[in-house]
């Protein structure tokens, strides 16, 4: 049975959309505060956190981005915010997804499902994939990434774009078959939010992320995985 945590300072939403998740069978716990819900994500397991990004101790953003140092488990955001800016820098500290304040709680638990669903995906290739004489590696046992010996942190969709990229060096993928590998069919977001992902990513494995050597641009069309495998 997969635990979700809450996380929101007003009561009566967390309790409309815990009473909404135990229905469907999910177990549930409850975080008002940022600190609360570091604290539990580092010391209960949790296999996905609703996040609220307007808590009385600090930004919903703060707390994604503290979550992320410790653990890639995947994260909803429950914002009134709904500028693009908002939900790029949300991306870009490691949201999974987003769902917009009002919002039907059957509309969150769909969300939940799908993220689930695409977190639980098993991708199929070699236990160990090398490249650029080990700068780069992908453990797809521990689903670790490793660059110059040392892990990298990746979010859930980040690593996925990794692997499904790494899967298939040279092959050009356009964003919407992108999304239907890493997101999956039901996502209903913009194709652009794949770009934020390669941004990410880039950051965290290329020793020049304005000139990547594994994941690059192919213009008019999308990405393709660059890595020389040894």
Do not use: W
């Not at 010391?43 to 890639?72: A, F, K, T, W, Y």
């Not at 990746?154 to 060096?169: D, F, G, I, Q, R």
């Amino acid at each position: 049975m997969k635990t979700i945590l809450v996380v929101d300072d007003e009561a009566k939403i967390r309790d409309v959309v815990v009473s909404y998740l135990n229905k469907e069978g999910f177990q549930t716990k409850e975080a008002e505060t940022g600190s609360d819900a570091i604290r539990i994500v580092q010391n209960h397991v949790v296999d996905l956190v609703i996040l609220d990004l307007m808590l009385p101790d600090m930004e919903g953003e703060q707390v994604c981005q503290s979550i992320r140092q410790i653990h890639s488990v995947p994260i909803l955001m429950l914002t009134a915010k709904v500028s693009e800016n908002n939900r790029i820098k949300g991306l870009s500290v490691g949201a999974d997804d987003y769902v917009t304040k009002p919002f039907d709680p059957r509309e969150v638990v769909a969300r939940v499902r799908a993220i689930l669903r695409r977190s639980d995906a098993q991708l199929l290739l070699a236990d160990r994939l090398s490249f650029n004489e080990g700068h780069l590696v992908i453990d797809s046992l521990k689903q670790h990434v490793y660059c110059d010996g040392l892990l990298v942190s990746l979010t859930p969709n980040e690593y996925k774009l990794l692997l499904a990229l790494a899967k298939y060096p040279q092959r050009h993928f356009t964003r919407e078959e992108l999304v239907e590998r890493v997101l999956g069919y039901d996502f209903e977001g913009d194709a652009r939010t794949i770009d934020q992902h390669v941004k990410n990513i880039r950051h965290k494995i290329e020793r020049d992320a304005k000139s990547p050597a594994y994941i690059v641009t192919v213009y008019g069309t999308g990405y393709r995985f660059a890595g020389g495998t040894i």
